[in-house]
């Protein structure tokens, strides 16, 4: 199965600041990995797909980029509702597999 | 509204079986291939098995292989695992959760609330 890496583990940050998460692939996943958030308390939520595509009501702060192992999340400018664990996923070969995640916390 | 309902999570001893249900509704249930995630209490998430819209493709994770099931009620807007030989690392939070497609995909853009399954003797 593929394994992912997610660095760093944890990331203080300021609001306003910008975020950069990396997610690494054990063999290549060519675009299809997919980004989520959670809060706690809640469910996942679809950020990104593809590499670099926005889902649905994701606002354009967010944006995915990378192909093959190497991946990026990149929030812009963080806003206060975006301090939360963040998780790869990758959907290239089963069974799908995530990441550990990135915990984003408020410096 | 997409609603995903889960239901059926509680307490069971190591090797017995549990059947979790999930109600959609919403949506067009046939339009979208399934899932159903996990999360250990404070841990990362897992994907356990997926089932495409005509229950024609089905995969499971290589932990689950042979103990759990997944299938679907079209007709009743429903899905369900059923989880045999439970083991102590089975205790998570079970998330019925929605593709974006009708295959199995693997991008799952709805999520339950998720039911607690506890395997402990």
């Known amino acids: 199965e593929i394994v992912l890496t997610q660095s760093p583990a944890s990331l203080s940050l300021s609001p306003g600041e910008r975020a950069t998460l990396s997610c690494r692939a054990s063999?290549?996943?060519?675009?299809?990995l997919v980004w989520y958030q959670q809060k706690p308390g809640q469910a996942p939520r679809l950020l990104i797909y593809?590499?670099?595509n926005r889902a649905t009501g994701i606002p354009a702060r967010f944006s995915g980029s990378g192909s093959g192992t190497d991946f990026t999340l990149t929030i812009s400018s963080l806003e206060p509702e975006d301090f939360a664990v963040y998780y790869c996923?990758?959907?290239?070969?089963?069974?799908?597999?995530f990441g550990p995640g990135t915990k984003v916390d408020i410096k | 509204e997409v609603q995903l309902v889960e239901s059926g999570g509680g307490l069971v001893q190591p090797g017995r079986s549990l059947r979790l249900s999930c109600a959609a509704s919403?949506?067009?249930?046939?339009?979208?291939?399934m899932h159903w995630v996990r999360q250990a209490p404070g841990k990362g998430l897992e994907w356990v098995s997926g089932?495409?819209?005509?229950?024609?493709?089905?995969g499971y994770a290589d932990s689950v292989k042979g103990r759990f099931t997944i299938s679907r009620d079209n007709a009743r807007n429903s899905l369900s695992l059923q989880m045999n030989s439970l083991r102590p690392e089975d205790t998570a939070f079970y998330y019925c959760?929605?593709?974006?497609?009708?295959?199995?995909?693997?991008?799952?853009?709805?999520w339950g609330q998720g039911t607690l399954v506890t395997v402990s003797s």
């Open positions: 959760a929605k593709d974006v497609h009708l295959t199995v995909a693997g991008v799952i853009d709805y």
């Open positions: 919403g949506i067009t249930f046939d339009d979208y291939a």
């Open positions: 089932i495409s819209w005509n229950s024609a493709t089905i």
């Open positions: 063999q290549s996943v060519t675009s299809y």
């Open positions: 593809d590499a670099s």
């Open positions: 996923q990758q959907r290239s070969n089963w069974p799908f597999t």
